[in-house]
Nanobody, 122 residues
Framework: VQLQAFGGGLVQAGGSLRLSCAAS????????MGWFRQVPGKENEFVAA????????DYADSVKGRFTISRDNAKNMVYLQMNTLKPEDTAVYFC????????????????WGTGTLVTVSS
């Protein structure tokens, strides 16, 4: 499974961005897709996840009410709509895929895409 995230950029606090993740390869072998973010010197942080079948969704408390994850099964795409962005949302965002029924920690994921940088200015 190959993943590529894109859509990052520079935005002012309070603004919005939409990240996209294109999945290819044996995506049918995966159960869920997740978004993570990482700031230098800190651990990879879970942001959101969605299952391909059923569309079960989980969010980190820090993004609930501001971020929305969605998927397009036909296109093998996963999106992260980020609204009301804060400077503390600044990070490199990664999409990942897992075959596990557990999908809220980085260790649950097998496949990782390249990151896309999101910078939120104050």
């Amino acid at each position: 499974v190959q993943l590529q995230a894109f859509g990052g950029g520079l935005v002012q606090a309070g603004g919005s961005l939409r990240l996209s993740c294109a999945a290819s390869g044996r995506t049918s072998s995966t159960y869920a897709m997740g978004w993570f973010r990482q700031v230098p010197g800190k651990e990879n942080e879970f942001v959101a996840a969605i299952t391909w079948i059923g569309g079960r969704i989980d969010y980190a408390d820090s993004v609930k009410g501001r971020f929305t994850i969605s998927r397009d099964n036909a296109k093998n795409m996963v999106y992260l709509q980020m609204n009301t962005l804060k400077p503390e949302d600044t990070a490199v965002y990664f999409c990942a895929a897992t075959s596990s029924y557990y999908y809220t920690t980085a260790n649950d994921y097998t496949y990782w895409g390249t990151g896309t940088l999101v910078t939120v200015s104050s």
